[in-house]
């Protein structure tokens, strides 16, 4: 068992470009989301999806779009980076009920210039 | 709208000695959870304890224990027997029942002198 994979690790980008940030989790979860980690502010929600086929925003999902492409996978996509999307960036998955724990990747350490 | 606050950026403790983490946090709902994660160098997030708001028994977990005061809406962690190995970043959270997201605070980055 992997647990929750995300790749790249690293990344740097140039103000106005995209990329795809992957997610895939081998547990069998139903539920997965992406946070974003700033200094001094914790982490916090951008999108999640509850179940296969649905998405929903978070706390902060300006700038960004996700897809849940099956039940293992789900994507963060940035259209046109930013410099305030240098972050690092977690997905993470739960099981199924509402008290499952989430279970977390290792990061994506984002840099835009 | 739920939140959690760590007052304390920034704590110590000497190795082998005991350290309360402090949170607080402010929910709407009855029915609710709260953890404590920690974050050591290599970024990976770590369960360290979970508790259910509708037990009185504080839970614990070998060196980690909580102390959960509801009425507060208070919940530390207290580590004893400090180890170098416990030297992270600490997160506290708590679930947001509508698709089972979380709240974070903003972390305690604990240091632990040999």
Same mark, same amino acid.
């Given at each position: 068992?992997?647990?929750?994979?995300?790749?790249?690790?690293?990344?740097?980008?140039?103000?106005?470009?995209?990329?795809?940030?992957?997610?895939?989790?081998?547990?069998?979860?139903?539920?997965?989301?992406?946070?974003?980690?700033?200094?001094?502010?914790?982490?916090?929600?951008?999108?999640?999806? #509850?179940?296969?086929?649905?998405?929903?925003?978070?706390?902060?999902?300006?700038?960004?779009?996700?897809?849940?492409?099956?039940?293992?996978?789900?994507?963060?996509?940035?259209?046109?980076?930013?410099?305030?999307?240098?972050?690092?960036?977690?997905? #993470?998955?739960?099981?199924?009920?509402?008290?499952?724990?989430?279970?977390?990747?290792?990061?994506?350490?984002?840099?835009?210039? | 709208?739920?939140?959690?606050?760590?007052?304390?950026?920034?704590?110590?403790?000497?190795?082998?000695?005991?350290?309360?983490?402090?949170?607080?946090?402010?929910?709407?709902?009855?029915?609710?959870?709260?953890?404590?994660?920690?974050?050591?160098?290599? *970024?990976?997030?770590?369960?360290?304890? *979970?508790?259910?708001?509708?037990?009185?028994?504080?839970?614990?977990?070998? *060196?980690?224990?909580?102390?959960?005061?509801?009425?507060?809406?208070?919940?530390?962690?207290?580590?004893?027997?400090?180890?170098?190995?416990?030297?992270?970043?600490?997160?506290?959270?708590?679930?947001?029942?509508?698709?089972?997201?979380?709240?974070?605070?903003?972390?305690?980055?604990?240091?632990?002198?040999?």
């Amino acid at each position: 068992n992997a647990g929750v994979t995300q790749t790249p690790k690293f990344q740097v980008l140039k103000t106005g470009q995209s990329m795809t940030l992957q997610c895939a989790q081998d547990m069998n979860h139903n539920s997965m989301y992406w946070y974003r980690q700033d200094p001094g502010m914790g982490l916090r929600l951008i999108y999640y999806s #509850a179940s296969e086929g649905t998405t929903d925003k978070g706390e902060v999902p300006n700038g960004y779009n996700v897809s849940r492409l099956n039940k293992r996978e789900f994507s963060l996509r940035l259209e046109s980076a930013a410099p305030s999307q240098t972050s690092v960036y977690f997905c #993470a998955s739960r099981r199924a009920g509402r008290t499952d724990t989430q279970y977390f990747g290792p990061g994506t350490r984002l840099t835009v210039l | 709208a739920q939140t959690v606050t760590q007052s304390q950026p920034e704590m110590s403790v000497q190795e082998a000695e005991t350290v309360t983490l402090s949170c607080t946090y402010d929910t709407s709902e009855s029915d609710y959870y709260l953890f404590w994660y920690k974050q050591p160098p290599s *970024r990976q997030m770590i369960l360290v304890i *979970r508790q259910e708001a509708y037990k009185q028994q504080n839970a614990t977990e070998n *060196r980690f224990s909580v102390n959960f005061q509801k009425a507060a809406k208070s919940f530390s962690l207290k580590i004893s027997d400090s180890q170098l190995g416990d030297a992270a970043m600490y997160f506290c959270a708590s679930l947001y029942n509508q698709g089972g997201k979380l709240i974070f605070g903003q972390g305690t980055e604990l240091s632990v002198k040999p």
